[in-house]
């Protein structure tokens, strides 16, 4: 939530900020701003309610080399030019990524002293309770900052005392120092840098960085000087969507992702090692996470009940964090999280770890906050994911939880056989996106729907949720998924001509009672579409579409029936002329509560 940048060195600072931010905007999009020192002491400091585009227009030819940067998504105060960031207050500009949950008792405090604010943001009142404490020493004036704000937050800050300097800090928000060639990079992800430097220095909960065009100077909360370690980024360059969009590239980059994701679990020895030690010294089973991780969650239970038969629970993490789970010692909690940074997932990650349990993290992002507290990082290989519909990351999710069964299984037939589908996993993926052109037409014919229905059975009532997830998100349209037995107890009420039903059979032998559902839907008028391998489907219910995927087993399945709801709720989104990469009122990376 919120992308911060900055830039310190011999480029045009306001170059590398607008660059920068189009590469962070899948953190949040309503609106976009930048401070820049402009040689002479003066801050230029210009922000727009609107996308980084507006943005870029509105500062061609900012000079200065010393600006930070930060497109919004907001929390507190609705999107609007005066409450983008940056905020200023005297000699402070800064921007913020976060929450400040005390900001009302702390407004209030300065406003008695005579303050005034300029907005209904709870960062302002970090500029102004700055320039209240600051004496001309910055640091000081941090690490006083650090001990009165309360909830989370990575803040980018000019003062103008120092023209050559960006300070940082950091409290359960991300933030990375990008290390050049005398000059230095800010970034909520080094994906912003990640052309420039592959070093980089990680910030730590409660450090505070004096960064110069020579590097970083750290200190701890109490202004002491701490070591600076600099580590080597993991992420890859980032690929600018050249096709329809971000999401559509990532949906045709599964196959590659399933691949890479796979060899490099199997070629770990020690990894496996450590998932079968971890594993077998606990006798209970969590998984938690948010959204599509929480669907990719089901997708892993019901494989470790079916592979392994070893009971799991699945929760949300924003529910577990909040309750007294039943854990302890012998349990291992699997946190999955694409981008290793949704508040909720760490925080039930730490509650597990305050409770002596182990925990297993799935993430698609090698350096990212929830990492810092796992027992073991499983990673998913699917590369940058930008748009905010999860779709590679995903796949890469569920394989992880197959990789996993294979090595704590020890039925050596079925390891062997979930292993050879595994390896044809690419192609399988492959041959599902050739159902592009019929799905593009099923959006057409239904994109003025307003509701949609999904439904399934064991594996598929679990696709069927991340189908109407996907849909939801990037269509607006009002969207649910049923378990297929369940629509005879309530459901089957809101069908009529204008449902629109999408099955999903891939589980053979609950195949037929899917079926026996839409029979029931197309009494009641309902169009009904089935996505499945099995062709005399086909013959049991004379459907108004029909996707057939490629043949594959149970487990495997679900892989390649996710690829075309994935591409219709893209194509829903086009068809709606919407765009499918920043629908509204949301973000990538859910790091605030
Ligand atoms: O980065 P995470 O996997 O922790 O994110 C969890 C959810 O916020 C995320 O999956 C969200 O539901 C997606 N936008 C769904 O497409």
Redesign the pocket.
Known sequence: MCGIVGYIGKRRARDYIIQGLKILEYRGYDSAGLAVFDGCGKINCIKRAGYVSQLESATIGTEGNCGIGHTRWATHGAPSDVNSHPHTCGKFTLVHNGIIENFVSIKSQLANKGKRFLTQTDSEAIAVFLDDVYDGDVIKALSAALKKLKGSFALAILCKDFPDKIFVVKKQSPLVVGIGDAECFVASDCMAFSQYTDKAVYLKDNEIGEVSSQGIKLFDGNGNRKAVKIEKTATEYFAPADCKSFMYKEIYEIPKAVQYTAEEFFANDEKKLGVVDIFSKNDKVVMI?????YNACLVGKNIFETVLRVPVEVELASEFRYKNPIIDDKTVVVA???????AD?IAGVRLAKSKGADVVVITNVAHSSITRYADMVLHTKAGAEVA???TK?YLTQILLFLCVATVLSDDLKSVAAIKKEIESLPQLTQKTLALDEQVHKLAKEFCKKQSVFFIGRGLDYALALEGT??LK?VSYIHSEGFASGELKHGTLALIDKNALVIAVVTQRHVAEKTCNALHEVQARGGKVVIITPFEKAKNDVECDAFLQLPSSSGLIAPMSAIIPLQLFAYYMSIERGINPDKPRN?A???TVE
């Open positions: 996470g948010c959204g599509t991780a999955v999280s694409q981008s290793g940074e949704t997932t905010v519909a999860a990351s997830l996907k998100e949301l990538k990376s859910v």
